[in-house]
């Protein structure tokens, strides 16, 4: 699978950015998917994720801040992020997540993720 993340930035603290993803074929019409991200020196967590019928589970990094989408037609999904602070610096990738929405492991295939930068 290719998963290729694009939106990335920076930002001023307090503002937004948008973020999309596209897979090949059909994976993203056939998982559950999510966005995480990797900020300096820390692990790569969950931030939100999306069952195959649009059904969004935000962490609590996302909950009243980000938005989750997809398109299972387009084999694209997207995350609106608003409020952006600077705890938010991070890079971004999305990929599939488990069957209860959980996080998947760092020895899955990752794709490109897209740096974001919020900073004054």
């Known amino acids: 699978v290719q998963l290729q993340a694009s939106g990335g930035g920076w930002v001023q603290p307090g503002g937004f950015l948008d973020l999309s993803c596209t897979a090949s074929?059909?994976?993203?019409?056939?998982?559950?998917m999510g966005w995480y991200r990797q900020a300096p020196g820390k692990q790569r967590v969950l931030v939100a994720a999306?069952?195959?019928?649009?059904?969004?589970d935000y962490t609590n990094i996302a909950k009243g801040r980000f938005i989750i989408s997809r398109d299972n037609a387009k084999n694209t999904i997207a995350l609106q992020m608003r409020s952006l602070e600077p705890e938010d610096t991070a890079v971004y990738y999305c990929?599939?997540?488990?069957?209860?929405?959980?996080?998947?492991?760092?020895?899955?295939?990752w794709g490109q993720g897209t740096e974001v930068t919020v900073s004054s």
């Open positions: 999306i069952t195959k019928g649009g059904r969004p």
């Open positions: 990929n599939r997540v488990t069957a209860n929405l959980g996080p998947i492991s760092d020895y899955d295939v």
């Open positions: 074929g059909d994976f993203v019409s056939k998982n559950n």
